[in-house]
């Protein structure tokens, strides 16, 4: 059995750099590569079991990255992702970036390291040069399209929905949160439904907000009220902020939703148990996370892709803090 | 530079055991074992850079089981765990088990696959044969004192405190909501429950319901109405019980809570967020992933264990579901 030392020997360069083409880790100049690769062929060398694995690629995980799986729209998201992967027998290596640079690169590093054969991230920070380098396939999610391979929702038609029944509805004092301004698709919303308004004949007011955080929630909902006293309509950036709103607006004795409706964004599973329950932009966050997955794997499987960024459609949830539309 | 097979040859076995030695995996007889070391320190025989970090068990992998991550109790858990891996330079694999046998074997044959050096997991199923045979470091979570190494809260403290509220707050025919029979916490709250019920006064009568799902919380909130429409205080299971429960009380007209106390279990992020906002006992879910995380850490380390269960203390959440205290 022919050992790493003969092929660094027959192939004149060092062990290390046999192990870093095996490995397919650092960098190999190309000519290189072909004289270490031809030395392995030619010795027929078999690296142990589990060299010979990283050699083949034949490692089973998959790196995910999501900002927060405290934040109820991630669980889900993950779930699709797990339930598609799973079937094919690969595996999730899991982290939480909490939007942080230096978290995320962290990861990432972690990621390559374990041998990763792909990776799938939710992140606002995919502009920066944290993915360019890498050489596995990469799938964003809940990212626009500037990605080259991307699942998200039609996160600008969600916004001009929400706009739109809130006028067909009957508030003409609308309230609209902007949302995080790093989360892009929080800001797709918001362009979206500030065209509609932009267009229509309401009366409209732009509150910003700089998270999605439970606690700031609540102090937002205050913060509304106090600006604003009379809105008759508020749009909110997720399903977290519309039940922080809704609490608020409950404790203030106003009538839901003939006085004030509210519609919310995501339609997490806790939204339909609200009372009253809420209405809401529905993304079809499980599935969202299925396809990125189906993506992932056919890239890595090296399948032909027919469509390289997806774009799952939206649909307004007609519940209870909203009212019935004019005809 | 000695190989596996010089190895093997010296220590007469077969290449086979030589790799179940340095992988510490498989079935090795002590003698066996012992004869390999020698040969591989008498031929100064170092594995390759992969197999020397499986041989120094240097993966930084922790396998975590959970039965499903949407469930909102799941996510808090493992953020806890996560952020205190994370300081020490460990990192998450990650599976759902939903709760099944199959997919549970099939995530820990992964997991040892992967050279984890841990495993936490929160499983409904360990006295089943499948974390006997295991020789790695293992924490349970959210189980009871019957594992060698465990994390849980005060599941029967949490159920008498919950009954001891509602009798303090003047609840006369108290609804029970018995819990998953397979899920050892929600039965050990169930029995703190009863046994508080027993001693008092008071009326009362049990529910027994099968899952912590959304969907069927609401089915059951129907159910209670039906079968005791005159009760005036009802234990749920867990906060989204709890949650299906008001939502349903408050869409019959009922007062909540001068009608109907209600008082739920967990303290999920948002039980605070409805309107009214729940009463619940709440279990200290992030704090139980860090100290799951801390023993493992420890047991990885070889470090002694000051305590091997690990029991947190629960605590009443006094919110608007229940009425004042009668003095």
């Known amino acids: 059995m022919a050992t790493i030392k003969q092929v660094a020997k027959l192939a004149g360069v060092s062990v290390a750099t046999v192990s870093r083409v095996l490995n397919d880790s ?97 992140t606002n920070l995919a502009d920066k040069s944290n993915y360019e380098h890498l050489s596995l396939p990469i799938v964003f999610l809940d990212r626009g399209p500037e990605c080259e391979y991307s699942v998200f929702s039609d996160g600008k038609e969600g916004g001009r929905i929400a706009a739109r029944e809130l006028i067909k509805r009957g508030s003409e004092k609308i309230t609209v949160l902007k949302g995080p301004s790093h989360v ?34 609540k102090a937002w909902a205050k913060e509304i009220f106090e600006k604003y006293p009379d809105t008759d309509g508020i749009i909110a950036s997720n399903d977290i902020t519309a039940s922080a709103i809704l609490h608020e607006a409950l404790q203030q004795g106003k009538a839901i939703p003939d006085e004030l409706q509210i519609i919310g964004y995501d339609d997490i599973q806790q939204s339909s148990l609200l009372f009253p329950s809420l209405s809401t932009i529905r993304q079809p966050i499980y599935e969202m996370g299925k396809e990125a997955a189906r993506v992932l794997i056919s890239l890595i499987k090296g399948e032909m892709i027919e469509q390289s960024q997806i774009k799952l459609a939206v649909s307004f949830v007609d519940r209870n803090t909203t009212r019935k539309a004019k005809e």
Do not use: C, W
Request: proline share 4%.
């Open 26 to 122: 650092g960098y190999v100049q190309a000519d290189t590569r072909k004289k270490v690769e031809e030395a392995i062929k030619q010795l027929d060398f078999i690296p142990n079991e589990v060299a010979r694995s990283l050699f083949k690629k034949e490692s089973r995980l998959v790196g995910l990255l999501l900002p927060d799986i405290t934040n109820p729209f991630f669980p889900e998201l993950a779930r699709g992702i797990e339930d598609e992967l799973q079937k094919e027998g690969y595996y999730l290596l899991f982290g939480n970036s909490d939007e942080k640079l230096e978290k995320e690169l962290n990861y990432i590093q972690t990621f390559v390291k374990n041998n990763v054969v792909g990776l799938i991230s939710a």
């Open 184 to 217: 892009l698709p929080a800001q797709e919303r918001f362009q979206g439904t500030i065209e509609v308004l932009g267009q229509s004949n309401v009366d409209f007011q732009v509150i910003s907000t700089t998270s999605f955080s439970f606690l700031e929630a």
